[in-house]
C-alpha cells in the first residue's frame, strides 16, 4: 500500500509541474518583453504631418495655370510663364519659404488635377461660388472682377446702366453680362467676346458693352489710347482666389495670411499696377 500511494503522489506531481509549464508559456506569450514593445514603438508610422508642413519639407509649392490666359497667366515674347495670377502665386510661394513649381494645365482638367493631388494649389482666376465651396476651400481674395458699362469717350448720352434702354449692347450670348443689359432695356448685339465688342463700339456700330472690368483696364494697359470709357459698374464683383482641397487648412491660412501681407507692404499694389494700371483687390 505504501508503495502504491507513493506512485501516485509522484505521478500527482509530474501533472501540476506539467501544467504550471503550461501556464508559464501562455503568459510570456501573451505579454512581451519590455525589449519587444520599445521595438515596436520605434518602427510604429509617425504622426501624418499637415500638407503645410509636407510643403516646407518639399521646399516646393505645387501650382496649377493654364499659361495660355493673359494677363493673369501666359507666356511672354521670350517664351517665359508670366502674368498676374504667376506672379502672385511666385510672391505667396517665397513668403512662404518655398520655390513655386508650375504645372500648365488646360481649364477642362485643372479641377480634376488638384483631385488627383498632382498639384497643391489653383492660381488662375477661380471664382468663389458656392457650389465650388461645397468641395474646395479658397484662401482670402486676390482679385476682385466687377461687370462695368463701356461706351465710346466722346458717348454723352449713357452714363448709367438705366440708360441702356432703347440702346445697342454688343454682349456675347453664353455671358450672364448680357442679363445685366437686357434686364435694363438694351438691344443686345451678338458679340464673339471682349475684343469685338470693342471693334464694334469704336467704330459706332453699337452703343455700348456691359463687360468685364478687368478686360477693360488690361486693354487701357496695353492701349491706352483707344476712345473707350467706363461710366458705371456694379457694386458686386466676382471675387477669385487660391483654390485647395478640403482639409488643408494650415497651408490655407498661410496663403491667405502672405497675400494680407502682400497689400500690407505694397507689394500686391505694384504687381497690380503693372499689369492693370490700378488696385485691382477690391
Known amino acids: ?52 508642413d509636407v510643403i516646407k519639407a518639399s521646399g516646393k509649392l505645387r501650382i496649377a495655370t493654364e499659361g ?59 471664382s468663389i461660388t458656392d457650389e465650388r465651396k461645397v468641395k474646395y476651400d479658397f484662401s482670402d481674395p486676390y482679385i476682385v472682377s466687377k461687370a462695368v458699362l463701356i461706351v465710346s469717350a466722346d458717348n454723352e448720352d449713357i452714363k448709367a446702366f438705366a440708360d441702356l434702354k432703347g440702346k445697342k449692347a454688343g454682349q456675347s450670348l453664353t455671358s450672364n453680362l448680357s442679363e445685366i443689359a437686357r434686364e435694363n432695356g438694351a438691344e443686345i448685339v451678338a458679340t464673339d467676346g471682349f475684343n469685338q465688342a470693342i471693334d464694334l463700339l469704336t467704330s459706332g456700330r453699337i452703343d455700348a458693352t456691359v463687360n468685364d472690368g478687368l478686360s477693360f483696364l488690361d486693354l487701357k494697359k496695353q492701349k491706352p489710347d483707344v476712345k473707350i470709357k467706363v461710366v458705371d459698374e456694379i457694386a458686386d464683383g466676382s471675387q477669385s482666389a487660391a483654390t485647395f482641397l478640403k482639409g488643408n487648412d494650415e497651408l490655407v491660412k498661410a496663403v491667405s495670411d502672405a497675400i494680407t501681407e502682400m497689400k500690407s507692404d505694397g507689394t500686391y499694389l505694384k504687381i497690380s499696377e503693372k499689369y492693370f494700371g490700378a488696385d485691382v483687390s477690391k
Open 1 to 52: 500500500m505504501k508503495k502504491l500511494s507513493l506512485i501516485i503522489l509522484l505521478a500527482l506531481t509530474v501533472v501540476l509541474v506539467a501544467a504550471c509549464g503550461n501556464n508559464s508559456n501562455n503568459n510570456t506569450a501573451a505579454e512581451p518583453s519590455a525589449a519587444a514593445t520599445e521595438g515596436a514603438a520605434a518602427t510604429a508610422a509617425p504622426a501624418e504631418q499637415n500638407s503645410l
Open 68 to 126: 495660355t490666359y493673359a494677363p493673369f497667366t501666359f507666356h511672354d515674347t521670350d517664351g517665359k510663364l508670366t502674368g498676374f495670377d504667376v506672379e502672385i502665386a511666385q510672391e505667396v510661394s517665397k513668403r512662404l519659404g518655398v520655390e513655386p513649381e508650375f504645372f500648365e494645365t488646360q481649364w477642362d482638367g485643372i479641377f480634376a488635377g488638384l483631385d488627383a493631388k498632382r498639384f497643391d494649389v489653383i492660381f488662375n482666376e477661380v
